[in-house]
């Protein structure tokens, strides 16, 4: 058995596709492009695809991740364009690496998120982000199926800062970008949660809801303060390992 790990994005419209909405469609470019896909026992067997950590519906991304598992050898980067070509436009297949370590999900423990505010002046997002990081806490309510849950997001966001929309947009015409980080904890905190907390210590209310996209994820460096690629480390392994014993083969 082969394991193959993919990056994916949501772009565009396809950035409403809920999770249920994608795992039909890749179901359905696995049968297009004829992977030699491995499946579970049991009466109603089904592919086997781990999905990782996946964004809200109606948020952008440019880094969800899965591994699929095979039953014959393929070439990673033949078996990406395949898929990619099976895929609607905005749900692309953007890199795949042989899965040659453990613990992919593991090393997804932090998001970097952009934030467009439409109608919102540069400085008024400036001077609430500096509003939140100085907070010791930001206590939000959401509405889970368990009823109503206050929690603190102040302790999962490590860093936040407010600039100007670059290009698209008339000088005169407000619009501010808002770029964070954010440790995935328990409960999880979202960019939702965080706009929250923005309008309960600095009273920003954005006059049309926030275009959010998740530009990376991975494993949060300490030092340097950036999030890691999760697929470095099997890109590594593949490098200094011999090929796998069947040997490539054509998807």
């Known amino acids: 058995m082969q394991r193959i790990r993919l990056r994916y994005t949501k772009r565009g419209r396809l950035r409403f596709t809920s999770h249920r909405d994608f795992q ?67 749900l692309d297949i953007t890199d795949a690496v042989e ?14 998120w952009e934030l467009r505010l439409d109608g919102v002046p540069v400085a008024e997002a400036r001077r609430a982000a ?34 100007p929309a670059v290009g698209d947009r008339p000088a ?9 980080v954010v440790r995935h904890l328990t409960p999880a905190v979202r960019p939702d949660d965080v706009l929250s907390g923005l309008r309960a210590v600095a009273d920003l209310a954005p006059p049309v809801p926030a275009a959010v996209t998740r530009l990376a994820q991975g494993l949060f460096d300490e030092e340097s303060g950036t999030v890691t690629d999760p697929l470095a480390p099997d890109r590594e392994a593949v490098t200094a390992a011999p090929p796998t014993a069947a040997g490539p083969a054509s998807a």
């Open 24 to 90: 039909r469609a890749f179901e359905r470019a696995l049968r297009r492009a004829e992977v030699p896909m491995a499946y579970s026992a049991g009466f109603t067997p089904h592919p086997k695809v781990s999905y990782a950590n996946a964004a809200p519906t109606g948020t952008g991304s440019e880094a969800e991740y899965l591994e699929i598992a095979l039953t014959q050898v393929r070439d990673p980067e033949k078996l990406r364009e395949l898929l990619d070509e099976s895929l609607p436009a905005g």
């Open 99 to 112: 899965a040659r370590t453990s613990g992919l999900a593991d090393r997804l423990t932090a998001s970097i």
């Open 130 to 163: 500096e509003a939140f990081l100085a907070a010791e806490t930001v206590e939000v309510q959401r509405r889970t199926k368990n009823g109503v849950r206050t929690f603190d997001t102040r302790g999962a966001v490590v860093s936040l800062e407010a600039l």
């Open 172 to 180: 005169d015409d407000a619009c501010a970008i808002l770029r964070l």
